[in-house]
C-alpha cells in the first residue's frame, strides 16, 4: 500500500470564515470508504469557537490545492478536528 502524507499548515474553510490550522493528514487504503483524512488543530485560541461548529468545509493546502472532507469527530474545546475526504486528496 502507498501513502502519501502531509504534515504542515492549512486553511480551512466553512460557511464564510478561514481558519488557519495545523494538518496531519494521510491518504487510507482505497478499500475504506474515504481517500484521504486526519486531524486538524486550530492555530490559535481564539479559533476553538469556530472549530467546535465545524461539521464539513474545504481544506486549501499552501499551494492553493483545496479539497472538500467532512468532520468525523469533533474534538469540542479542543480545536481539535478529525476529518475525511471523499474525493482525491489535496496533497
Known amino acids: 500500500m502507498s ?3 502531509y504534515r ?3 486553511t480551512l474553510i466553512d460557511h464564510g470564515f478561514e481558519i488557519v ?6 491518504t487510507r487504503d482505497p ?3 474515504a481517500t484521504w483524512g486526519g486531524h486538524l488543530q486550530a492555530d490559535r485560541d481564539e ?4 472549530m467546535a461548529k465545524v461539521r464539513d468545509g ?11 472532507f467532512t468532520a468525523v ?3 469540542v474545546g ?10 482525491a486528496a489535496p496533497f
Open 8 to 10: 504542515g499548515w492549512a
Open 73 to 75: 469527530t469533533n474534538q
Open 3 to 5: 501513502e502519501n502524507v
Open 31 to 33: 478499500g475504506q470508504s
Open 58 to 68: 474545504q481544506l486549501r493546502l499552501p499551494d492553493g490545492a483545496e479539497a472538500d
Open 21 to 26: 490550522v495545523h494538518a496531519d493528514l494521510a
Open 47 to 50: 479559533d476553538f469557537e469556530l
Open 78 to 87: 479542543t480545536g481539535g478536528l478529525e476529518i475525511a475526504g471523499g474525493a
